[in-house]
T-cell receptor, first 112, second 110 residues
């Protein structure tokens, strides 16, 4: 089944404790992105990647890191999480630049 | 200025009516546009994609694109309670980024 898989789905953690949210797609898609969704603000792009080893900042990259060492994986790293990063996070992928995105099920992060 | 703006809503329509959603975008070079539906707590799912000026119909949904005026719209005909959700408009700008509007929440009253 074609899908984007995020893990974990839910995480409660504390300020400053490094965490990684994994994202994997099995559709051989070129493009992958990370978004955060907050009430009233919609989906805001954190980082995106056009191919292996090629990433670029989105609208809200501060406090986040990404890497794209393999085509299928695009982890999101919070080196020192803070409470303002409490949010619902989505990973997405698309085959080409003008193709629709496929979303993962989301990861709800709470940082205390 | 946000790259993609949606009429804020919320929008409440009676069952069987037409729901009309609008979206404007700032990047005149934007090439492709998408409408997603998102139920509460779920991930967005694609309803329509549109790339050319004019109308595109798929079942009860019609997307309209006007590049000269830089707007995209979505019509939902014969609205059903199951259409109650948040609708997200997205546009792809020249730098490959896909930007989303804040969403419009639609409630269909039975």
């Amino acid at each position: 089944e074609a899908q984007v898989t995020q893990n974990p789905r839910y995480l409660i953690t504390v300020t400053g404790k490094k965490l990684t949210v994994t994202c994997s797609q099995n559709m051989n898609h070129e493009y992958m992105s990370w978004y955060r969704q907050d009430p009233g603000l919609g989906l805001r792009q954190i980082y995106y990647s056009m191919n292996v080893e090629v990433t670029d900042k989105g609208d809200v990259p501060e406090g986040y890191k990404v890497s794209r060492k393999e085509k299928r994986n695009f982890p999101l790293i919070l080196e020192s999480p803070s409470p303002n990063q409490t949010s619902l996070y989505f990973c997405a992928s698309r085959r080409q630049v003008d193709q629709p995105q496929h979303f993962g099920d989301g990861t709800r992060l709470s940082i205390l | 200025q946000k790259e993609v703006e949606q009429n804020s809503g919320p929008l409440s329509v009676p069952e069987g009516a037409i729901a009309s959603l609008n979206c404007t975008y700032s990047d005149r070079g934007s090439q492709s546009f998408f409408w997603y539906r998102q139920y509460s707590g779920k991930s967005p799912e694609l309803i329509m994609s549109i790339y050319s000026n004019g109308d595109k119909e798929d079942g009860r949904f019609t997307a309209q694109l006007n590049k000269a005026s830089q707007y995209v719209s979505l019509l939902i005909r014969d609205s059903q309670p199951s259409d109650s959700a948040t609708y997200l408009c997205a546009g792809r700008s020249n730098d490959y980024k896909l930007s989303f509007g804040a969403g419009t929440t639609v409630t269909v009253r039975a």
